[in-house]
């Protein structure tokens, strides 16, 4: 079941960083696995975005930022050196931007989540941006392996005139392997809240064997695109708009997508994909077309392992 929505939203409140599980319930994690947590605050000094607090909780380790270019954006890898989650994980990300940062987050490579015969791994990423800061959210694609339960939840809240472009993507399994659409389950949300209240809400549940996909079955990647800011003129929203379908209409038969202007200012695409390639490349030119048109920046070249 897919769910996209905006709607008018409470703001989330501020959580001070530790690495204890915050639940009312004991119950509700797991014997085995671990709770890991990062925790990430950024300012900008002058004309750079500097990291000022941090702290990482295993399986999480913690990777200095890196400066790309003369811009004030700042690089942080997201590392998981156990190379993927198991059941009964239970792993955290908090990052807060203060005003005019600009910080970008990506995965070095896919993010795996392995078989599990009954318990769920758990990831959960909270993102509060402040005033007219940059977030890019950028990570690999979810490989969910044969039988493996995956829940991730992604929250990000702007301050005024700040932004958002955030990038989340699924793979049927590992393709490779003949593992198309064989895990258990797979429950995804990912809610973006601007400072006035309005917000996105995109929130699906897969379960193939139990409720089958539909005509998703074709496809072999599911990906979501979203740029969210009240910081951004109306007419720059078209242009940037028209670009994006330009981009997801070149490769018919390979991608197949749409763009869309939710109830918050911005916009959203969603698109499947057939192959690996197929996916990389439309993100890269999706990416490439955002970056110089808000920011005349260029799309940085990560180094992928």
């Keep these: 079941m897919f769910e996209v929505r905006s709607s008018k939203l409470k703001k989330a409140s501020q959580h001070e960083p530790n690495c204890e599980p915050r639940t009312s319930n004991a119950s509700e994690f797991s014997s085995v696995g671990r709770v890991g947590e990062l925790v990430l605050d950024y300012v900008r000094r002058d004309d750079r975005t500097v990291l000022t607090h941090s702290r990482c909780c295993s399986p999480w380790h913690f990777s200095p930022p890196i400066q790309l270019d003369d811009s004030p954006c700042t690089y942080t890898p997201l590392v998981n050196p156990s190379g993927g989650l198991v059941g009964g994980d239970r792993l955290h990300v908090r990052a807060a931007l203060g005003s ?41 694609v979810t490989i969910p392996f044969f039988e493996s339960r995956f829940k991730q939840a992604i929250h990000v809240t702007l301050a005024p005139g700040a932004t958002v472009l955030l990038w989340d993507t699924i793979a049927s399994g590992r393709v490779a392997r003949g ?38 079955a074709a496809w072999n990647y599911v990906g979501s695109l979203y740029l969210i800011g009240d910081g951004v003129e109306a007419g720059r929203w078209k242009q940037i708009e028209a670009r994006l379908a330009e981009i997801l209409d070149a490769r018919p038969g390979a991608v197949l997508g749409g763009v869309s202007e939710p109830s918050a ?32 920046l260029p799309r940085p070249a990560l180094r992928r392992y």
């Design 100 to 140: 005019e940062t600009h910080v970008l987050f990506s995965t070095p490579s896919a993010n795996r989540v392995y078989r599990s015969l009954g318990e769920t791994a758990l990831q959960t990423v909270e993102l509060n941006v402040g005033s007219g800061a940059i977030l890019e959210w950028m990570p690999d």
């Design 179 to 216: 593992e198309r659409w064989a895990f258990t389950s797979l429950e995804n949300e990912i809610r973006i809240m601007t400072a006035s209240g309005r917000s996105v809400l995109e929130r699906y549940v897969l379960a193939p064997a139990a409720h089958g996909i539909g005509q998703m």
């Design 265 to 296: 200012p911005g916009l959203a695409v969603k698109l499947v994909a057939k192959s690996a390639p197929d996916l990389s490349d439309t993100l890269d030119e999706l990416w490439q077309a955002v970056r110089v048109t808000l920011w005349n």
